[in-house]
């Protein structure tokens, strides 16, 4: 994804926020942004290794856009009293995933040439992701709002389309001369990135600390629909899955329309 198409797509994301034109559709509107630490779970290293789980870890950034049909903005008032309205809210978001990539586990510990060739081998992923969620609140949307409670659980699924720019290099040479890599990842190896979907699970809870602002965590897995993310897809018994992310994350909301 070009640096053009990424601007593009943030002005986007804050005008279709702009408080000015929701206040016409019934609904009021939320903002946020989110940040924390990633989880890359690929074909580097051993992927149930915990060292190698959290040594390949990095960092993600997202902008998040809530859609919270309890309130309606227009008259400063609540919608009708409909489950739906008070349980669920429309989010949508775009985010960017970055973490460095090493060859960690048992085989790459071993002072063999295999062993030599793995931790000689570093590579980088990045991600850019843009979707949309269904996010289920189980307490009242409606009751958190009035400070009946400070902390709120939430549960979300959603689809990203995502855009990954994959990079590696070996300390002895060119990936393309095998000699330089993995002999299982001889003919496994693309960095030429692409664009794939994820599905992305979510667990987490905000807790109230004004009546226009909320702080969350939250956990998240995704599924992503290709296992090139790190731009290595191996033909072998060890490389079952897709690769996968794990995000825990801390975020600021505000409310446009309270």
């Not at 033909?235 to 975020?251: C, E, R, S």
């Amino acid at each position: 994804m070009g640096r053009s198409r990424l601007i593009l797509l943030i002005i986007f994301l804050f005008l279709f926020c702009k408080e000015s034109g929701f206040a016409q559709l019934g609904i009021s509107h939320e903002i946020g942004v989110l940040v924390g630490p990633t989880s890359f779970l690929t074909d580097y290293g051993e992927r149930y290794d915990l060292q190698n789980n959290v040594s390949n870890s990095g960092f993600g950034i997202g902008l998040v856009h809530y859609i919270n049909f309890a309130y309606r903005a227009e008259c400063n008032c609540y919608s009708v009293d409909r489950y739906f309205n008070d349980h669920f809210k429309i989010r949508t978001e775009l985010d960017y995933f970055r973490t460095n990539l090493e060859h960690i586990g048992p085989v790459a510990d071993k002072n063999t040439v295999g062993g030599k060739l793995l931790r000689g081998m570093h590579g980088k992923t990045q991600t850019f992701e843009i979707g949309t969620h269904l996010e289920y609140y189980p307490l009242s949307i409606r009751d958190y709002g009035a400070f009946s409670y400070l902390f709120m659980p939430f549960i979300s699924l959603g689809v990203h389309f995502v855009n990954y720019n994959p990079d590696a290099y070996s300390d002895f040479g060119p990936l393309s001369d095998p000699n330089n890599v993995f002999p299982t990842f001889v003919g496994g190896i693309d960095l030429d990135g692409g664009s794939t979907w994820t599905i992305v699970g979510i667990a987490g809870a905000r807790y109230k600390i004004s009546p226009v602002a909320d702080i969350s965590i939250e956990g998240r897995f995704q599924y992503y629909d290709v296992d090139w993310i790190d731009g290595l897809n191996i033909d072998a018994p060890q490389n079952k899955y897709n690769d996968v992310v794990f995000w825990l994350n801390f975020g600021f909301i505000y409310y446009l329309n309270y």
